[in-house]
């Protein structure tokens, strides 16, 4: 009996771009796709934050490197991925969050979160994939959504907005780059201790609120997130494309 090969999660010998690379998240991503064996480009604003962590990965003998850029500037970020050489692997972390009761939202507020998680992220995955089809080369493409991409939320009408318009992107975009083997989905995880999570986290009586909808009973860590990127990325899921890595601990269950 011959027993099938099963796939492999190593990406050794491909690129990878990371947004939001320096911190939370994002910072995961940068490591473990490290890890995995692939170059990865870290794309953030800062460059002290993009030099101490490419210093990091290059402390483990991984391969990283700086692209200091502002995400929201999608006419430099389209003009940077057309000059490289194309990447395998997308991952958008970068996002933002300005939390309010609904009626408090001001236009700016909305303007910012929605230009950043939405508008950037929509340019950003055009412009991979424009240089992914231009070369003909298959690619996954992954956005770090959020469990506020298919629930409500208290005070996060503006976030739950832009995560559910993302989630609906990601499903007409795999419909379209589908035939050119371009991959693209989301992770969208409950609340995660990170500099932006633990804003809420700091609430204890926010905390006991979000510890009561998480079924596994405890938030989540960045170390939660690092396995799926990688799954995303790699061969293991040549087959998904278009859905959502939900990882929320069972808080969408009900």
Not at 3 to 29: E, F, M, N
Not at 94 to 115: K, N, Q, T
Request: hydrophobic content about 45%; aromatic content about 4%.
């Amino acid at each position: 009996m011959k027993l099938p090969q099963t796939p492999s999660l190593r990406l050794d010998g491909k690129r990878a771009l990371v947004t939001g690379a320096t911190s939370g998240i994002g910072l995961g991503a940068a490591t473990a796709l490290a890890r995995a064996g692939a170059e990865v480009h870290c794309l953030a604003r800062s460059n002290d934050q993009l030099d101490a962590l490419c210093g990091a990965l290059a402390a483990e003998r991984l391969s990283a490197r700086p692209l200091p850029l502002d995400l929201t500037d999608v006419e430099a970020v389209a003009d940077e991925l057309a000059a490289r050489e194309v990447f395998d692997v997308v991952v958008n972390s970068a996002g933002m969050a300005r939390h309010s009761a609904a009626l408090d939202i001001s236009p700016e507020d909305f303007d910012a979160v929605m230009g950043l998680n939405l508008r950037a992220a929509y340019f950003f995955s055009t412009a991979a994939a424009r240089r992914m089809t231009a070369v003909g080369k298959p690619g996954s493409i992954i956005h770090l959504s959020s469990q506020m991409g298919h629930v409500g939320g208290i005070d996060r009408a503006v976030y739950c907005a832009s995560k559910h318009a993302l989630e609906g992107m990601i499903k007409a975009m795999a419909i379209e780059w589908g035939p050119n083997r371009i991959r693209i989905n989301s992770i969208c995880p409950t609340f995660i201790r990170t500099p932006l999570g633990e804003q809420t986290l700091a609430d204890p009586e926010r905390r006991q609120w979000i510890e009561s909808k998480i079924k596994l009973g405890r938030v989540g860590e960045v170390e939660d997130i690092m396995g799926a990127v990688v799954y995303l990325a790699s061969d293991a899921s040549a087959l998904v494309t278009g859905t959502s890595l939900l990882i929320d601990g069972g808080w969408t269950a009900e």
